[in-house]
């Protein structure tokens, strides 16, 4: 079947606009997480969603950044006001439980 | 702190050699540890798994190596190829988590 898709795949815009990331998790998986990727670090957790439970968004880095999930399937990461320091790759990735993580292709965010 | 150190940084390699990734953790209490293979462009793709009974699990030319006692995990890949070429990634999870945490990452280039 269909992996995780998210979208775009790249984006570039201008310090102070917000954007908005898109994640098509795989069909069923309860469980989807949201991480970020900065040129030579390690992935970041941003925020969790588990099912109709409350998100886990203690990952954030600012009040910049939310998130939501609408129906238990597709989700959005929104960044307000955007920095250079979040230029960075965006990685959405989904399971059917904590252990089995199937991740997206990401999204590439660019800040001028 | 839970933390996640890998081994070399990076490593050249040329086609059909042998190599041995490097992963040492503070995770605790531990779950489970996976080895990632993350291609250019693309979201990482799980490897192994291996939760704390198990010693070595293989994966075609990759095999995985868990010493829960020192913490300590290493990923050989055999007749190395072309395609290997990646950064591969550590993760480990801890008990009664849901937010795994990351190595770096090892980048791997196989020359011709």
């Known amino acids: 079947g269909a992996g995780v898709s998210q979208s775009p795949s790249n984006k570039v815009t201008e310090k102070g606009k917000d954007v908005e990331l898109r994640c098509d998790p795989i069909s069923g998986h309860t469980a989807l997480y949201w991480y970020r990727q900065s040129l030579g670090q390690g992935l970041e957790f941003l925020i969790y969603f588990q099912g109709n439970s409350a998100p886990d968004k203690s990952g954030l880095p600012s009040d910049r950044f939310s998130a939501e999930r609408t129906g238990g399937s597709v989700s959005t990461l929104t960044i307000q006001r955007t920095q250079q320091e979040d230029s960075a790759v965006y990685l959405c990735?989904?399971?059917?439980?904590?252990?089995?993580?199937?991740f997206g292709p990401g999204t590439r965010l660019t800040v001028l | 702190k839970n933390q996640v150190e890998q081994s070399p940084q990076s490593l050249i390699i040329l086609e059909g050699k042998n190599c041995t990734l490097q992963?040492?953790?503070?995770?605790?209490?531990?779950?489970?540890l996976r080895w990632y293979k993350q291609d250019t462009g693309r979201g990482p793709v799980s490897l192994t798994i291996?939760?704390?009974?198990?010693n070595t699990k293989s994966n075609g030319r990759y095999t995985a190596t868990l010493d829960a006692d020192t913490k300590q995990s290493s990923l050989h890949i055999t007749a190395s190829q072309l395609s290997d070429s990646a950064s591969y990634i550590c993760?480990?999870?801890?008990?009664?988590?849901?937010?795994?945490?990351f190595g770096r990452g090892t980048s791997l280039i196989v020359h011709p």
């Open positions: 291996m939760t704390f009974s198990e």
């Open positions: 990735a989904s399971g059917q439980s904590t252990d089995t993580q199937y």
């Open positions: 992963c040492n953790y503070t995770v605790s209490p531990f779950s489970n």
């Open positions: 993760v480990v999870l801890s008990g009664g988590s849901y937010i795994p945490t």
